[in-house]
């Protein structure tokens, strides 16, 4: 099995780093299911590649993901913490901890100490504090991965673009103030969605990206043309109308897909949109999340 796996490196498929470190979890750790037919976890993946079950076509992601996620693999604390320590390990850009590794706001940003198993499990400590994720959840939606994975929007904007100016705070007070179609709606927050340079400069307007309930040509589904469509929300058509991804939670901005992704810059700092948002690595830490976050 070690021939095949280096013969992935040899390709270019798979890097060295992350083909080194699932030798090591494929070789160490016990089967996680389908014990009867085989006596560990290392003969299972040798079955399941000799039937053809096993598909390596978009390179690292794919190979953690049949791998690591699909077997359930144990993520253990080290490993998590090897990632905040290190540069580029979700993405060209600084270690995690460069920015965040005190719970002293005076010294770390948000107070928010990711050197710890503890501190990340805590999450930031400046007001408002703010948890980073739910341990035992899927944290898809959940700060922590959405920093991670989320472009902000529009496509484009740049990390420095405050988000206290008038057009940001007209969004976000709709939001926090019910999300009404009213007048201040229609006259005020409506037209901005359909400016281009509205939130930022250089950038296009939200309905070049998103104006109908139909993909292609509207990404994800999302209308931001009506009320209607942006109440309505995204992926309406895959998934039915009734399953929709909401976008706008009244009352609660700070839960509303449409600020987070006007406010939230994607990490880390600087990264490109266009960097995949499913990194190898990205998979792991959500999958650690999804076991418990344990800190061992």
Not at 72 to 93: D, E
Not at 158 to 167: E, L, R, V
Not at 270 to 281: A, F, K, L, M, V
């Amino acid at each position: 099995m070690k021939n095949h796996w280096m013969a992935l490196v040899r390709s270019g498929r798979l890097n060295l780093a992350l083909g080194g470190a699932l030798l090591t979890l494929v070789a160490a750790l016990p089967a996680q299911a389908d014990e009867k037919k085989h006596a560990s976890l290392s003969a299972q993946l040798m079955h399941e590649i000799k039937e053809g079950r096993i598909e390596m076509k978009d390179g690292d992601s794919s190979i953690v993901q049949e791998l690591i996620i699909n077997k359930n693999i144990p993520i253990t604390w080290r490993y998590i913490s090897t990632l905040m320590h290190t540069p580029n390990a979700f993405g060209p850009g600084a270690a995690c901890v460069t920015c965040h590794s005190s719970t002293n706001p005076s010294e770390s940003y948000r107070g928010l100490d990711l050197s710890t198993c503890e501190g990340l499990r805590k999450g930031s400590t400046e007001a408002p504090a703010q948890a980073l994720f739910t341990p035992g959840k899927d944290p898809k939606r959940e700060t922590l991965i959405r920093r991670l994975r989320n472009n902000r929007m529009p496509l484009g904007a740049a990390f420095n673009i405050p988000t206290d100016t008038p057009n940001y705070l007209l969004v976000r007070d709709w939001i926090a103030n019910g999300a009404k179609n009213d007048q201040n709606f229609q006259s005020r927050v409506m037209p901005l969605f359909k400016q281009e340079n509205a939130f930022g400069p250089n950038t296009p307007a939200c309905t070049q990206c998103h104006m109908s309930n139909q993909e292609p040509p509207s990404f994800h589904e999302l209308d931001l043309t009506s009320y209607d469509g942006i109440m309505l929300g995204a992926d309406s058509v895959a998934k039915g109308v009734d399953k929709a991804t909401k976008v706008i939670i009244p009352g609660k901005p700070g839960e509303s897909g449409v600020w987070q992704h006007l406010a939230e810059n994607r990490m880390p700092p600087g990264i490109s949109p266009t960097e995949n948002r499913d990194h190898p690595n990205t998979l792991i830490l959500m999958q650690w999340i999804k076991q418990g976050a344990k800190c061992q």
